[in-house]
């Protein structure tokens, strides 16, 4: 009884229980035992405290007012706070971004018909992108000739080419002007990274406010940048989502087919090795290893990109990782970036996994890997995958201690319009007459200081009981589908009026929207809806939340939300609470400056009842 109460305090998911218990049993090393190994963790860091950017340092100001209030060459603890979170949010918009530029490039040799292997799906929303750039098809253009001419003015988004970077200007007019006043809108988003790597360097930008409203800029071009590129691309060359049946937790495995995981963020990837899986050379060799079948299931928000789009399983979230490895029926992980634990290469090596890294800039311990460009995708797919195929025969013991539980994703902000019937105005209404109090982006990842998905899970339920619509993203939207929330029948969960609204359009009360760039559907969301009562974004009764957060991505993501008008409140603590100036700005002051602010409640329960005030709050303002 006393073991099943560790495993109960690591994780509320059945699976996870189970497999951590196993896991211990083959002396698997977890990420909760290297956590706990690093307790206590450092103060001075977790304040935000300690600045290591240069090299008369590492610096460290005692928070208790008896050492030194200044660093080497003289930042106090404003600074030094400032300059820690700028880079956490310059990392995390790099990586968003980043991948962001992958996929426009996959498009730009789409034209050049040097992607071998993709194709333009969705010909209809590329025209439409391209049309926003005023690209418009001339005589004798194709899709793959306006895919060249939208990738070229993707790339200047990245760029110093322009002022503003180009997708702000579908955020409501109020809000972009309030940038524009303000200083925040970004010009590009390669250039506002490079500037805040500039500013935070010693002896640049040592103003905390300046170094802060840098921040947020900087996040904007994620959000409505690099984020939203990734997005509206992935769209393009994948196919726009729809709503679609899929199933969630380790029990997608399956015992008498050959296991693919994927895993990571960019659907480059993993659409390729779902393209490969499809092809009659691989049923070939599944009839030869005797395997009845191939079995491609995700992991973090590669599997969400996939569960989207085809109604791909998805195996678990970013603590899962190890664990599904621990299944021993996982016979390749594919990993392409971000979220991947280097321990992963160590996990596999005591079971037959065969652990395979794709991406030039990502390499990991333990890996064998197959390098994945546009030119080369197809054929390293089906070498991937053979190597899977190959791989079943060694197979040892499997656990697999659950059943699947059924789920609806694939809620891209199109799909959502379609299910309202074409116009936003039923949803609006329903927010108006009050059936539907308002809705919150639930997002972001998980974390070994929060109970793993109890966060998520606990949060959501108040909210669609207090009849308060969720949109959910990244590996929030994971832990919602393991618990059950999106199938039409978890309107049980919700309260009498979103019960009603959702019963009559037959969705669930929790929307997933998919992985973490597509946070970028949230945001063309909340501005159709302002456009709609002809407010501001900061004026609706919508709220953003990250009860489990722990990335780089993350922060930046929260910061846009905020910057973009959505109150966000954090499960986790920043590492802030060294300055009581940047702690008052970011919870307080920023209403001044963007119309919202964070807020902090680690407790998922008082987290609700935050919102819950907060859309009160904004209704009466509106008057609803
Ligand atoms: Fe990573 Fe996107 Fe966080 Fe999950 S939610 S742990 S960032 S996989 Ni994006
Ligand atoms: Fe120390 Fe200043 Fe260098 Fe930071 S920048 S390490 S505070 S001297």
Not at 78 to 103: E, F, K, P, Y
Not at 220 to 235: F, Q
Not at 498 to 520: R, W
Request: glycine share 10%; hydrophobic share 40%.
């Amino acid at each position: 009884m006393m073991n099943q109460n560790k495993y109960q305090q690591k994780t509320i998911t059945t699976d996870g229980q189970l497999l951590l218990k196993k896991a211990e049993q083959d002396q698997i090393e977890t990420v909760w035992d290297r956590y706990e190994e690093q307790l206590p963790q450092c103060g001075y860091c977790e304040m935000g405290l300690s600045c290591r950017v240069c090299m008369m340092g590492p610096c460290r100001i005692d928070p208790f007012g008896q050492g030194p209030q200044k660093g080497v060459c003289g930042a106090d603890a404003d600074i030094i706070v400032a300059r820690n979170i700028d880079r956490m949010i310059a990392a995390g918009a790099a990586a968003h971004s980043d991948h962001g530029r992958d996929l426009v490039e996959v498009l730009f040799k789409i034209g050049k018909g040097k992607a071998q292997g993709y194709e333009i799906k969705d010909s209809e929303k590329l025209r439409r992108f391209a049309a926003e750039y005023a690209i418009y098809p001339e005589d004798g253009d194709n899709d793959l000739s306006i895919a060249s001419k939208l990738a070229r003015a993707l790339m200047d988004e990245f760029s110093t080419c322009q002022s503003e970077i180009f997708l702000t200007k579908r955020a409501p007019d109020k809000r972009l002007n309030l940038w524009r006043e303000a200083g925040l809108i970004p010009r590009g988003i390669d250039r506002e990274i490079v500037e805040t790597m500039h500013r935070t360097h010693m002896g640049v930008d040592n103003g905390w406010q300046s170094i802060l409203l840098h921040g947020l800029r900087t996040s904007l071009s994620d959000g409505w940048g690099g984020s939203m590129i990734a997005t509206e691309v992935s769209d393009i060359l994948f196919g726009t989502p729809q709503p679609q049946t899929n199933a969630v937790n380790v029990g997608v495995l399956k015992p008498d087919q050959v296991n693919i995981v994927v895993h990571g963020h960019n659907p480059v990837v993993s659409e390729m090795i779902l393209h490969a899986c499809s092809l009659p050379e691989t049923k070939q060799l599944l009839d030869e290893k005797g395997a009845k079948g191939i079995n491609v299931a995700g992991v973090c928000c590669t599997g969400n990109e996939l569960l989207m789009r085809h109604g791909v399983p998805v195996a678990g979230n970013h603590l899962m990782s190890e664990l599904i490895i621990a299944t021993g029926a996982v016979d390749a992980m594919i990993v392409d970036y971000q979220c991947i634990m280097p321990s992963l290469g160590a996990v596999a090596a005591c079971y037959h996994t065969k652990m395979i890294s794709t991406s030039d800039k990502a390499r990991f311990p333990g890996m064998v890997h197959i390098e994945f460009h546009p030119e080369n995708a197809l054929n390293q797919a089906k070498e991937v995958v053979k190597n899977a195929i190959d791989n079943f025969s060694n197979r040892g013991d499997i656990y697999l201690p659950v059943e699947p539980v059924t789920s609806v994703g694939g809620f891209s902000v199109e799909a959502i319009i379609k299910a309202l019937g074409g116009t936003p105005d039923p949803l609006i209404d329903a927010i108006k007459g009050g059936k539907i109090r308002g809705a919150v982006g639930v997002v972001g990842c998980n974390n070994p200081k929060i109970k793993h998905d109890h966060g998520h899970v606990t949060l959501t339920k108040r909210l669609i009981e207090n009849d308060i619509l969720v949109l959910d993203t990244g590996c929030a939207a994971i832990a919602n589908a393991k618990a059950g929330f999106k199938v039409a029948e978890s309107i049980q969960y919700a309260g009498p009026g979103l019960k009603e609204v959702c019963g009559a359009l037959g969705i669930p009360p929790v929307l997933h929207m998919g992985s973490c760039v597509d946070n970028a559907r949230i945001l063309v969301l909340a501005s159709a809806l302002a456009n709609a009562l002809q407010v501001d974004i900061s004026d609706l009764p919508l709220a953003g939340a990250a009860p489990e957060w722990y990335s780089e991505k993350a922060v930046s993501i929260g910061c846009y939300f905020v910057a973009s008008g959505v109150y966000t409140v954090l499960g986790p603590m920043p590492p802030i609470t060294g300055s009581m100036n940047i702690v008052k700005l970011l919870t307080d002051g920023l209403n001044d400056v963007v119309g919202a602010t964070f807020a902090v409640e680690p407790d998922p329960e008082k987290a609700a009842d935050l919102i819950q005030k907060h859309i009160e709050s904004k209704r009466q303002a509106l008057g609803i």
